[in-house]
């Protein structure tokens, strides 16, 4: 039997393809970056190995012009113009979501937690974390409730 050989890049790739097809219809910057966390957490549960190389990498891209960050780039930016977010996102917002986002897939795949457990933690991290780059609590509430379904981890 052979065995599937997953590289840094590839898993990244796939990943940031994910995020594309959930975010393509959606035209609001700040819930195109919450949908981002939200593929992030559903697969760091269903492909935990997957997750680890991902993770695991040594050098990982944290540029605002590595071609793989281009879309939570251009949200944040989209956010900044329309006074969504803090001006301080426009420099540090980047590196704060890639650094949230790794650190839940890294808890995902570590406790493994049922699906109630992990929505939860997601809209939790959801919160603080939309809150930090400058997201009025209210909007945030606002996302969350209105897209709970989308915000629910399958953990099956």
Not at 19 to 46: H, S, T, W, Y
Not at 104 to 112: D, G, I, P, Y
Request: hydrophobic share 45%.
């Amino acid at each position: 039997m052979a065995r599937l050989t997953f590289r840094w890049p590839k898993v990244r790739t796939e990943l940031e393809a994910r995020v594309a097809a959930a975010n393509e219809r959606v035209e609001d910057p700040v819930a195109r970056i919450a949908g981002g966390m939200c593929v992030a957490a559903q697969f760091a549960l269903k492909h935990p190995r997957r997750t680890r190389i991902l993770l695991r990498s040594q050098d990982p891209p944290t540029s605002r012009s590595y071609p793989l960050n281009r879309g939570l780039r251009e949200d944040i930016d989209a956010a900044l113009a329309l006074n969504l977010l803090r001006p301080e996102a426009g420099n540090a917002g980047l590196l704060y979501w890639l650094g949230l986002c790794q650190v839940l897939m890294a808890n995902l795949v570590e406790t493994r937690p049922n699906g109630d457990q992990a929505t939860l933690l997601l809209r939790e991290m959801m919160m603080l974390g939309l809150c930090g780059l400058g997201a009025s609590p209210g909007q945030v509430t606002e996302l969350i409730t209105h897209t709970a379904s989308d915000l629910s981890v399958d953990t099956h």
